[in-house]
């Protein structure tokens, strides 16, 4: 599954977003990006409900329930 998300990552969240966040781990419906800093950890929150619809779309179910967002390798 996590290949499957790594797979649409970019697509799905589109290029700005992609070359600020990585997704790092998949489980149980629950998506651990890695965000390269605070700035855009605070951006992406705010996004959390979007990026999810975007994803499940793009894998074309509902896989992704809830995204926790850490600053890390980008």
């Not at 589109?14 to 600020?20: L, P, R």
């Not at 990026?51 to 809830?66: C, E, F, M, P, Y």
């Amino acid at each position: 599954a996590m290949v499957e998300v790594w797979d649409v990552w970019a697509a799905a969240v589109g290029g700005q977003i992609a070359a600020h966040a990585h997704p790092a781990a998949f489980k149980g419906g629950m998506l651990l990006v890695y965000i390269s800093n605070s700035t855009w950890l605070h951006h992406m929150r705010f996004m959390e409900k979007e990026l999810i619809r975007k994803l499940n779309q793009a894998l074309g179910d509902q896989r992704v329930k809830a995204i926790a967002f850490k600053i890390g390798p980008v």
